[in-house]
């Protein structure tokens, strides 16, 4: 089995629109949406949820009103000024103490500290993540709770069932939508991938983002493929990047044109290769070719030149 992560330095490059497509390119496959804090793959793939599972990614405290004295070390002790002594009364004291769960920040300590053993302190469901059928084979997603954290567990849950899901089925390709950034849920996302694609805009902002998710796939040792999005709305931007991309011998992947065919396609809930076969899903199709192609362990150098041909 094979994994390939698509991500980008930031939001907004086009890697779900590319993962929609190579999904469609690339079908039999198993994906896994790991963008998890605003996941939008199912908006193109219209998955069918077969199951749902609760995610518990952290712990809440909650004060026990009929143990509390009133004593106040919990209030005493919080650091994020989450307890509040305006709770119910238990017939031993007029008003107890509360915790409110959207300030808690689940470190424990009111707990640890509570003589009186007045404070539950457990896992809290902060999410789903659910297992689905698409038109291009099964899908892993999730949907993490409003300001939840943990958002890099939930990942690396999606992840797991994932690659559970293709080894049962005997598919051999995985395909994860990576989240945007650098940070925990990125990590999670890349981890052990055996290609990472980043998805560069022709924008010396795109640049510096590059830069960082490129230090990041290095760091873990991932092999880095880059693709310009967009590519003709800046081509002297454009060159740059993939000469900097060059001279860090990554491969390249190959460019992609603008077209407002995306846009066509997302309308009809279509992935762009599959509503059209010219215009930008041309340069999508050679993008994949040239990724399939690292996948299988094929030159790099070759499958830059073969990725941009005609471009």
Known sequence: MKELAVISGKGGTGKTSLVASFAALGQP??????????ADL????????????????GQRAQI??????ACGKCEEVCRFDAVFGDGPGNGTVERTFRIDPILCEGCG???????????????????????SETRCGPMVHARLGVAAENSGKLVSTVR?????????????????????????PVIACITGADLVLAV????????????RVAALAHHFGIPLAVSVNKWDLNPEI??????????????LAGRIRYDPGVTAAQIRGMAVVEHRREGCAADIRRVWEGLRALLEGKDAACIAKSAFSGA
């Open 29 to 38: 496959c198993v994906l896994a949406d790991c963008d998890v804090d605003a």
């Open 42 to 57: 199912h908006l193109v793939l219209g998955p069918r949820n077969v199951r749902r599972f609760p995610f518990a990614g």
């Open 64 to 69: 026990r009103p009929g143990h509390c004295t």
């Open 109 to 131: 300590v009111c707990a640890w500290f509570c003589n009186e053993q007045a404070i539950e302190f457990g896992p809290v469901v902060n999410g789903h993540w659910f297992i």
């Open 160 to 184: 797991g069932n994932a690659a559970r899901l293709a080894g049962e089925r005997g598919i051999e390709l995985v395909i994860s939508d990576g989240p945007p950034g650098i940070g925990c």
């Open 200 to 211: 560069s805009e022709p924008t010396l902002s795109g640049l510096h983002d590059l830069e």
């Open 238 to 251: 454009t060159t740059r990047i993939e000469a900097w991309a060059r001279s860090q011998k990554f491969a």
